[in-house]
Structure formats: structure tokens, C-alpha cells
């Protein structure tokens, strides 16, 4: 028998709570009407709501379905979900992690960065909440109540320190859990979003369903990262054949059959000669692995073009 209570923080004040992982399992959890406080939800979840909160830090792990934040303000969260909606909240600064596009309502001064967040039990949760680490559009809001001549929503700085805003936990009992805030160890690949990119020039690489994909993947971001370049953008969907021919154009019938095995993981890289810096780190670290990899930077941007609009409208963005 389930005790909701065991699933509900409400009316604390000033105080450090949360779930380690395991305890949660999946279920629906609700937060309400805290003040200055702490919460840590290290697990996931299927549904949570969080009403009536103000100046708290919240730490939510894969959330299977939906976050709704309604009347809080002054709060500080990282947080990963299907769905992402606030209403009638202000001021909430949000590390986040989204499957679909995030909505906003009736709610101003909101502000949102990529999720960057690591502990052990973390890429579990992802699976067991159905979330790909791949399939992240923290930035592209949708304010559903937008008003003339104002913003209601902004991005953070892009130095943004995570642990500044969510501290790690202070309980004895949470600090069991071994996090790093460290960016390169994110679970989550650390997107530019809708910023402001850096050169007219990006490139796709798109990696097929196999053993290694997400660990090729990581690689390839990590090797480009490291030369200076930059990850705009990543996704993981599934093709079927006409999709092939629109993204891949004439080299359709290569990649085809890679298809049936399962999802593709895409990744955009931007910033001056990325095309030849993902072609040759493609020939020297993957060469038995099979990837699509624009060829030209007069290609380029058109494979990109391609892939997201076939991509958005498989996500019904």
C-alpha cells in the first residue's frame, strides 16, 4: 500500500529534504508550500507538481511525465522531464532538461539554462522515465501569455555554475549520493540552445543504432568540444526510409538499412571549419563505425535544415 505521504513534501520551512535514489521508484510526487528550503528528489518520477513555493532549491531527477510549477517564485531548479510548465510564477531560474518544448504561462522573470548534473544512478533513472539524454529543448520556450513589448522569459549566463544556484545537499543522509556538477561529466550533453552561434558554419553527424551509439556520440561531442568547437544541438529519433531520402539525400540507400535496428542519436556542431574538424576526428576515431557526416559547408547547413524539420515534426514540436 502506497502512503502519499511518503511521496508529498508540504508546509516545510527552512529545512533540507529529499529522496535517495530508489525511493521514489516511479511514482507520482507532489511539493507544496515550502519556504526557504532544499528539496532533492534523486530518483524518478512519474508526475510532479510543485505549488506555492518560494525562495526554495529544487533538484529533480527524470521526471517520466510532467513538471508543473504553479505560484512559486524565487526558486532555483535544475530539473528533467517529458514536459515542462509553469503558471502564474516569478522569478524561477531553471537548469533544464526537456523532451518537448517548454511552456511557460502567465509567468515572468523566468530564466533557463542546459542541465548539467552527474551521480551514478542517473543515466538509470533516464531509461527507466523513457528520457533520451539526447532529446533536450531547454531553450526553446513557448510563453503562452506573452505580453507586448516585454520578455517574460531569458536564458542564464552561459558561465552559469550550477552548484551557485543548487547547492549540493547539506543532510547527511543526501550527501550519500555522489554528484558532480563538473560539465564534462553531465549526463546530459551540454547544449548551445538558441544562443547566439559563433560562425555561419555547422556540421551534422548523425550516429546509427547500435551497442555504442550513445557512447560514440559522447566521444565524438567530447573530441570536439575539446577542439574548440561547439554542440549546439542533439537528438535521438527514429527514421523510416522516406525520412532517409529527405535527410540524406543521395546517400539515402547507404543508411537505409541501418534504420530497422533503431533510433538515430544526431548531433550539430558549430563554428569555423567544423565540417573538416568532425570528417577527419569521424576518420581517425570511429573508422569501422558507420556515421553520416555533412561534406561540405555549403551542404552543411542545408543537412542540418533537413534533419531538425524532419525531427520537430516526428517530436510534434
Given at each position: 500500500?502506497?502512503?502519499?505521504?511518503?511521496?508529498?513534501?508540504?508546509?516545510?520551512?527552512?529545512?533540507?529534504?529529499?529522496?535517495?535514489?530508489?525511493?521514489?521508484?516511479?511514482?507520482?510526487?507532489?511539493?507544496?508550500?515550502?519556504?526557504?528550503?532544499?528539496?532533492?528528489?534523486?530518483?524518478?518520477?512519474?508526475?510532479?507538481?510543485?505549488?506555492?513555493?518560494?525562495?526554495?532549491?529544487?533538484?529533480?531527477?527524470?521526471?517520466?511525465?510532467?513538471?508543473?510549477?504553479?505560484?512559486?517564485?524565487?526558486?532555483?531548479?535544475?530539473?528533467?522531464?517529458?514536459?515542462?510548465?509553469?503558471?502564474?510564477?516569478?522569478?524561477?531560474?531553471?537548469?533544464?532538461?526537456?523532451?518537448?518544448?517548454?511552456?511557460?504561462?502567465?509567468?515572468?522573470?523566468?530564466?533557463?539554462?542546459?542541465?548539467?548534473?552527474?551521480?551514478?544512478?542517473?543515466?538509470?533513472?533516464?531509461?527507466?522515465?523513457?528520457?533520451?539524454?539526447?532529446?533536450?529543448?531547454?531553450?526553446?520556450?513557448?510563453?503562452?501569455?506573452?505580453?507586448?513589448?516585454?520578455?517574460?522569459?531569458?536564458?542564464?549566463?552561459?558561465?552559469?555554475?550550477?552548484?551557485?544556484?543548487?547547492?549540493?545537499?547539506?543532510?547527511?543522509?543526501?550527501?550519500?549520493?555522489?554528484?558532480?556538477?563538473?560539465?564534462?561529466?553531465?549526463?546530459?550533453?551540454?547544449?548551445?540552445?538558441?544562443?547566439?552561434?559563433?560562425?555561419?558554419?555547422?556540421?551534422?553527424?548523425?550516429?546509427?543504432?547500435?551497442?555504442?551509439?550513445?557512447?560514440?556520440?559522447?566521444?565524438?561531442?567530447d573530441e570536439m568540444t575539446g577542439k574548440g568547437f561547439q554542440l549546439v544541438q542533439t537528438k535521438e529519433v527514429s527514421m523510416k526510409?522516406?525520412?532517409?531520402?529527405?535527410?540524406?539525400?543521395?546517400?539515402?540507400?547507404?543508411?537505409?538499412?541501418?534504420?530497422?535496428?533503431?533510433?538515430?542519436?544526431?548531433?550539430?556542431?558549430?563554428?569555423?571549419?567544423?565540417?573538416?574538424?568532425?570528417?577527419?576526428?569521424?576518420?581517425?576515431?570511429?573508422?569501422?563505425?558507420?556515421?553520416?557526416?555533412?561534406?561540405?559547408?555549403?551542404?552543411?547547413?542545408?543537412?542540418?535544415?533537413?534533419?531538425?524539420?524532419?525531427?520537430?515534426?516526428?517530436?510534434?514540436?
Amino acid at each position: 500500500q502506497i502512503d502519499p505521504k511518503d511521496y508529498t513534501f508540504s508546509g516545510l520551512k527552512d529545512e533540507t529534504v529529499g529522496r535517495l535514489p530508489g525511493k521514489v521508484a516511479g511514482q507520482q510526487f507532489v511539493i507544496q508550500d515550502c519556504e526557504n528550503c532544499s528539496i532533492y528528489i534523486f530518483d524518478h518520477s512519474a508526475t510532479i507538481t510543485i505549488d506555492d513555493c518560494v525562495n526554495c532549491q529544487i533538484f529533480l531527477g527524470p521526471i517520466k511525465g510532467s513538471v508543473f510549477f504553479r505560484d512559486c517564485k524565487d526558486c532555483k531548479c535544475i530539473v528533467a522531464c517529458q514536459q515542462f510548465r509553469t503558471r502564474d510564477c516569478r522569478k524561477l531560474e531553471v537548469f533544464l532538461c526537456c523532451a518537448t518544448q517548454p511552456i511557460i504561462e502567465s509567468s515572468t522573470g523566468m530564466k533557463f539554462g542546459c542541465f548539467q548534473y552527474y551521480y551514478p544512478e542517473l543515466a538509470l533513472q533516464f531509461k527507466d522515465a523513457g528520457l533520451s539524454i539526447f532529446n533536450n529543448t531547454w531553450s526553446n520556450i513557448h510563453d503562452f501569455t506573452p505580453v507586448s513589448g516585454e520578455n517574460n522569459w531569458g536564458l542564464l549566463p552561459e558561465n552559469a555554475i550550477v552548484q551557485d544556484y543548487v547547492p549540493l545537499p547539506s543532510s547527511e543522509e543526501l550527501k550519500a549520493v555522489r554528484i558532480s556538477t563538473d560539465a564534462m561529466r553531465s549526463i546530459i550533453p551540454i547544449t548551445r540552445g538558441r544562443r547566439q552561434k559563433s560562425s555561419d558554419e555547422s556540421c551534422l553527424a548523425v550516429f546509427f543504432a547500435g551497442d555504442y551509439t550513445t557512447a560514440n556520440a559522447r566521444k565524438l561531442i567530447d573530441e570536439m568540444t575539446g577542439k574548440g568547437f561547439q554542440l549546439v544541438q542533439t537528438k535521438e529519433v527514429s527514421m523510416k526510409a522516406e525520412d532517409a531520402h529527405r535527410v540524406f539525400q543521395q546517400r539515402a540507400s547507404e543508411f537505409i538499412p541501418l534504420l530497422e535496428k533503431g533510433p538515430v542519436v544526431a548531433l550539430e556542431f558549430n563554428g569555423d571549419g567544423a565540417v573538416e574538424g568532425c570528417r577527419s576526428t569521424i576518420n581517425d576515431v570511429f573508422s569501422g563505425t558507420k556515421v553520416f557526416v555533412s561534406e561540405s559547408k555549403a551542404s552543411a547547413s542545408q543537412d542540418v535544415d533537413n534533419f531538425y524539420n524532419f525531427a520537430d515534426m516526428q517530436m510534434g514540436m
